[in-house]
């Protein structure tokens, strides 16, 4: 497993401030831009060969006051993609509603009946 580091936008952060982490998508992006905070939508989003919005399954992992969830997916590719970053949306359809990004340490080439497994970590501590 590879891990990249990921920029929660700043209106992601306001979305699970305001509506916690239940319902949220992950979407694979095709361009190689920096992350920017202030983004609402992803450059390039890739919607063909089984790369579309994906529900996410969420595990909440908080303990005390530290406030974690697991947020994981699957695909499974009917054909050619080059992933450049993963995007989380609060929304299967697409819009101003990415909550955050990773772009990848190096490009991911998929084919037909490649797979990839998705898996963020977010802790959120909580300062008294």
Do not use: H, W
């Not at 919005?53 to 590719?77: M, V």
């Not at 490009?107 to 990839?116: A, E, L, P, W, Y």
Request: proline letters at 2%.
């Amino acid at each position: 497993m590879t891990e990249e580091s990921f920029t929660l936008t700043r209106y992601g952060l306001n979305y699970i401030l305001q509506n916690g982490s239940k319902t949220v998508y992950y979407e694979l992006d095709g361009a190689a831009t920096p992350e920017d905070a202030t983004a609402t939508s992803p450059v390039q989003e890739l919607t063909t060969n089984g790369a579309g919005r994906q529900l996410a399954t969420n595990l909440n992992t908080s303990s005390g006051s530290i406030i974690s969830c697991k947020i994981s997916s699957n695909y499974e590719f009917s054909g050619v993609n080059s992933i450049k970053a993963i995007f989380l949306a609060s929304s299967g359809s697409p819009g101003a509603n990415m909550m955050g990004r990773g772009l990848l340490s190096e490009i991911k080439n998929v084919g037909s009946q490649d797979t990839m497994q998705i898996e963020l970590d977010m802790y959120l501590t909580q300062v008294e």
